[in-house]
């Protein structure tokens, strides 16, 4: 939680006309308790110069709020390994999370109390393109860094030059998925995602390769977020008698789809979904059985110690596929900081741009000119007997 600030202070007054000005019992009283809270307000301010505070804008709540958790507890492991190894500028590691409720404006003001209340030099999120996007551009104004560990618009990359990416964009996951569903033997396919900055670009890109090799989008339903139900895209989706459905949505609307859809009888259709744990997060398994979809690869070649450690803290296997990318983005911001000797933004920015090739839990991470990881592996998973399992590296 973010600190508080200390009391405000008003006018200040000597005793009034006619006053002797002796000290009373109540007077004593009073001059005790405000020494001991001046005593108690030196303690915690000692206590902030033992710790360097980052802070994190998720959502906690909304539809995307079992993988704003699973983001959470990401970070929360990262903080006990950087701790572990001795912290950060040979002090302790925190990191403040705030709420976004996965709304644009509840993301904005978060991110605003983590700047002005907590003093935080590096502000990792959101999960939705649609939140990050504007977050990012806030902390750019603000000169704050911004790591996103979890949107994959390609108008991320616009931010600015505060700006870091610790996951690929869409502009590689549209290809990937286009490829994907080809080679799988499908030719005709329809699209049905979110209208928002995630859903419009993934779309595009995921469109312009599937008809470069010869595939047919023949229907395109991006549908306005937080419907109270979606019959009317999956009846249009029957009518166009697809090879197969494409697909992405958050958490809790994606369960709402696919619970439609199976009592429409449309998952007798091949579903591929694009990021398939986000679409199958909070879905009844029933819903998603035989599901396929792309992911990004969670673990890298080097990760399986990653694997093993959130099992051990968490005590099942990962709920999502974007913790690490939270992970990753708290343990780099750690490694700048030391390598810069400061927790001032502006030399987190320059030691963020020039750490070079980064051995992540997610992979290798070396970030481009625009501050956007160059390389992003993806997987072709499928969703059987309740969870997720890889079907093709």
């Excluded at 470069?212 to 009518?239: H, K, P």
């Excluded at 990760?303 to 803290?313: F, L, P, T």
Aim: hydrophobic fraction near 40%.
């Amino acid at each position: 939680m973010a600190r508080m600030n200390g009391p405000t202070r008003g006018p200040t007054h000597g005793p009034a006309k006619g006053m002797t000005g002796r000290i009373t019992r109540r007077s004593a009283g009073v001059a005790l308790l405000g020494a001991a809270a001046l005593a108690m307000l030196g303690s915690g301010a000692a206590r902030a110069q033992d710790t360097v505070t980052l802070g994190a804008v998720l959502p906690l709540s909304g539809a995307s709020a079992t993988i704003g958790e699973d983001q959470r507890r990401g970070i929360e492991l990262a903080v006990e390994k950087v701790n572990a190894d001795g912290g950060v500028l040979g002090r302790k590691l925190a990191v403040a999370v705030e709420d976004s409720g996965g709304r644009a404006q509840s993301a904005i003001d978060a991110a605003r109390k983590l700047v002005s209340v907590s003093k935080t030099p590096v502000v990792i999120g959101e999960y939705s393109s649609g939140n990050t996007i504007p977050v990012g551009q806030y902390l750019q104004r603000e000169g704050i860094v911004h790591i996103n560990p979890g949107s994959s618009s390609p108008a991320i990359k616009t931010i600015g030059d505060r700006s870091f990416s610790t996951i690929g964009l869409d502009d590689v996951a549209g290809k990937f998925t286009a490829q994907a569903v080809y080679g799988m033997g499908h030719r005709k396919a329809v699209f049905l995602a979110p209208n928002n900055a995630y859903g419009q670009g993934v779309y595009a890109e995921t469109k312009a390769a599937f008809e470069a090799l010869g595939g047919q989008i023949v229907a395109n339903l991006l549908f306005t977020e937080g419907q109270s139900n979606y019959r009317r895209e999956l009846q249009r989706i029957a009518a166009a008698k697809p090879d197969v459905i494409i697909y992405s949505g958050y958490g809790q609307e994606a369960a709402t789809i696919n619970r439609e859809a199976f009592e429409l009888g449309l998952s007798k259709t091949p579903w591929f979904g694009i990021y398939l744990s986000m679409c199958t997060a909070d879905s009844r398994p029933e819903t998603v059985e035989g599901q396929m979809g792309m992911e990004v690869n969670y673990v890298g070649p080097d990760g399986a110690w990653y694997r093993d450690a959130y099992k051990k803290k968490f005590g099942k296997e990962f709920a999502t596929t974007f913790s690490g990318y939270t992970y990753d983005a708290v343990m780099m911001a750690a490694a700048a900081i030391n390598k810069a000797g400061s927790a001032e933004p502006a030399r987190i920015r320059e030691a963020l741009a020039a750490l070079g090739d980064y051995a992540g839990a997610t992979g290798p991470i070396a970030f481009d000119a625009q501050g956007q990881r160059k390389t992003q592996p993806y997987i072709v998973v499928s969703y059987k007997g309740g969870e997720l399992k890889t079907a093709a590296k």
